[in-house]
């Protein structure tokens, strides 16, 4: 017995379209049909479009700062810091593999076919996977930062790493309770670690951003041009700690409240970009800091691991205050030079020969 398949599309409100999948045989008899409802695209493969297009934007400028690292600071940074590059930028171009192959699966391979639209795709838990280790490894970088400032205050330190460890945890252990799935209805069985991840993420950005900011407007020194510098670093912390905030908490926010879209994905999906940005904007940044200084000696503002080579560093042998910290001395010349020496620590700066230690 022959049959043919013919769908009929027939002209019904734009919002809600409906696709009738008709079969009739070649004996009589009534056709059947049976009616495919389509649910409005906009708030799911448009939000998904989005979230893809803004991601591949921010993914070719963290090309563009990748590439500018590797031109100014290869050979100069420690390889560790080199690496670190390297890996996150690795990470962030599967990521945006992922997202891509997402929509591509989606809107094309699956083109016509409304059943996939319940359809958990793999390569979006491998984006989430992605993000976490993107996201650990910029925020350990930054409480490195916040131990070097602090003096190796452990106890600041350990109070930051428990919600970045735990971010990163439970991130690990979405992803491990996820994997099996196989529709985006099972996601609801683990919206509690998927609220978690976005709520540490966000409290974890915060209070990094805050640990910078206070201990760089505390290694002010008082003078006006090298306090300019302070505050121009302290106002880059806030803006780049910022961007994954609110991306960490609209995302919480449009999962909470539009579970059964993928409006969410919008903004998970660029918040490893913001995390790559975030630290390929903090080490490029030392150049643009000098040069808006006009040529302020050879003050590199950004960290590098301790006891790193650089190309901008003048040493000198080490004192009773030194410790495996490198130095910087950046001396400005005027016709009666001062020397003052102080115990160093990073971004202080003071008087007219400045000490500082990335």
């Not at 100014?72 to 390889?79: K, L, M, W």
């Not at 529709?183 to 609801?188: E, H, I, K, M, V």
Request: proline share 4%; charged share 10%; hydrophobic share 45%.
């Amino acid at each position: 017995m022959k049959s043919n398949l013919c769908i009929a599309v027939p002209r019904l409100n734009p919002a809600l379209l409906k696709v009738r999948v008709c079969s009739a045989s070649n004996m009589s008899g009534p056709e059947t049909c049976a009616p495919i409802v389509i649910p409005p695209l906009h708030n799911t493969m448009g939000a998904l479009f989005v979230g893809v297009a803004i991601a591949g934007a921010l993914w070719g400028i963290t090309t563009m700062q990748t590439y500018t690292y590797f031109m100014r600071y290869y050979g100069i940074d420690r390889p560790v810091i080199n690496i670190m590059v390297g890996t996150v930028y690795a990470l962030d171009t599967v990521h945006q593999f992922m997202i891509s192959h997402l929509l591509y699966t989606y809107l094309v391979t699956n083109w016509g076919n409304p059943v996939i639209l319940g359809t958990l795709v793999w390569s979006i838990l491998i984006m989430v996977l992605m993000t976490g280790f993107i996201a650990v490894i910029v925020q350990l970088f930054l409480v490195y930062r916040v131990w070097i400032l602090s003096h190796r205050n452990y106890y600041v330190v350990g109070v930051i790493l428990l919600p970045v460890c735990g971010v990163f945890g439970t991130t690990m252990a979405y992803f491990a309770r996820a994997w099996p799935f196989t529709t985006f209805a099972q996601l609801a069985l683990v919206g509690g670690l998927s609220r978690a991840v976005n709520v540490l993420g966000a409290v974890s950005d915060v209070i990094i951003t805050a640990a910078l900011s206070y201990y760089l407007w505390k290694s002010k020194s008082g003078i006006k041009r090298t306090d300019a510098i302070m505050n121009r670093l302290i106002l880059f912390c806030v803006r780049t700690g910022l961007l994954t905030t609110a991306c960490a908490i609209l995302s919480l926010i449009t999962i909470s409240v539009f579970p059964t879209t993928f409006i969410y994905i919008t903004f998970y999906a660029t918040l490893a970009r913001f995390y790559s940005f975030s630290l390929l904007a903090t080490l490029n940044a030392r150049a643009e800091l000098v040069r808006s200084q006009g040529g302020f000696g050879s003050f590199a503002t950004s960290l590098t691991l301790e006891g790193g080579s650089s190309s901008y560093s003048s040493r000198r042998p080490p004192t009773e205050h030194s410790s495996s910290v490198r130095h910087i001395t950046i001396k400005q010349e005027t016709e009666t030079t001062h020397e003052f020496e102080m115990k160093s620590h990073p971004y202080q700066v003071g008087g007219g020969n400045k000490s500082v230690a990335v």
